[in-house]
C-alpha cells in the first residue's frame, strides 16, 4: 500500500530564508507527483508536475525534484515571502490499473515572518 | 474562467439526516475526484470518475457514501443517516486526462465545510 510522508510538518522561518521542504512515498511504481500548497479555508492550488520520466521541474521561485528510485521528492523555495505562508502538500499517482487517483501526504504548515 | 465549483460552502445538519454536495467541474475535464479532509489531516481519497467508465469507489468509507456524475458534467455526493464522525472538508477536483502517465494537474474547489452535530 502507497504511503506518502511530508517533513516537517510545520516550519516557522524569516523572510528571506531559502527552505526545502520534504516529501518521501514508499512504493516508487507511479506516473507522477504533484506539489500543491493549500490557504487556510480554501482548496487546493497545484504548483508543480512531475512525471516519473523527469527528474525536476521549476516554476518562478519554486523548484521541485523527483527521485523516484529512492522515493524521495524535495520542493525548494528560495527567498522566501511571507505570501509563501500556507500548507504544502505533496501526492503520488500509483501505476495502478484503472483509476488515476491521487495519495496525498499530510502536509507542511509553513509561516514565513517579515 | 471559471475553476471547480462547490456548493454548499458550509453544511451543518444534525445527525442522522442525509445531505448532498454539488461539484462543477471546468468544462472539458473529463476526470473528476472527491476528497475529504478531516481538522488537521491530510486528504483522503474518496471516489473518481474519467469520462463514462466505471468510477473507482475504494475510497468510500461505508454503504451511507455514494456519488453520481453525469458524462463529463456535474457531480453530487450524497451522505446518508449522517454521523458526527462525517465532519469534514469535502473537496472536489477536475482534470483533464492526458496520455497514460502524461496527466495535467488537478484543480480543486474551495470545499464543502460539512458539520454533523
Known amino acids: 500500500k502507497q504511503e506518502v510522508t511530508q517533513i516537517p510538518a510545520a516550519l516557522s522561518v524569516p523572510e528571506g530564508e531559502n527552505l526545502v521542504l520534504n516529501c518521501s512515498f514508499t512504493d516508487s511504481a507511479i506516473y507522477n507527483l504533484q506539489w500543491f500548497r493549500q490557504d487556510p479555508g480554501k482548496g487546493l492550488t497545484s504548483l508543480l508536475l512531475i512525471q516519473s520520466s523527469q527528474r525536476e521541474q521549476t516554476s518562478g521561485r519554486l523548484n521541485a525534484s523527483l527521485d523516484k528510485s529512492s522515493g524521495r521528492s524535495t520542493l525548494y523555495i528560495a527567498a522566501s515571502q511571507p505570501g509563501d505562508s500556507a500548507t504544502y502538500l505533496c501526492a503520488v499517482r500509483p501505476q495502478v490499473y484503472n483509476t488515476d487517483k491521487l495519495i496525498f501526504g499530510t502536509g507542511t504548515r509553513l509561516q514565513v515572518f517579515p | 474562467g471559471a475553476g471547480v465549483s462547490q456548493s454548499p460552502s458550509n453544511k451543518v445538519t444534525e445527525k442522522g439526516k442525509d445531505v448532498e454536495l454539488r461539484c462543477d467541474p471546468i468544462?472539458?475535464?473529463?476526470?473528476l475526484y472527491w476528497y475529504r479532509q478531516r481538522l488537521g489531516q491530510g486528504l483522503e481519497f474518496l471516489i473518481y470518475f474519467q469520462g463514462n467508465s466505471a468510477p473507482d469507489k475504494s475510497g468510500l468509507p461505508s454503504d451511507r457514501f455514494s456519488a453520481e456524475r453525469t458524462g463529463e458534467s456535474v457531480s453530487t455526493l450524497t451522505i446518508q443517516r449522517t454521523q458526527q464522525e462525517d465532519s469534514a472538508v469535502y473537496l472536489c477536483?477536475?482534470?483533464?486526462?492526458?496520455?497514460?502517465?502524461?496527466?495535467?494537474?488537478?484543480?480543486f474547489g474551495n470545499g464543502t465545510r460539512l458539520t454533523v452535530t
Open positions: 477536483a477536475s482534470s483533464l486526462r492526458g496520455i497514460q502517465g502524461k496527466d495535467s494537474p488537478l484543480h
Open positions: 468544462s472539458g475535464h473529463t476526470a
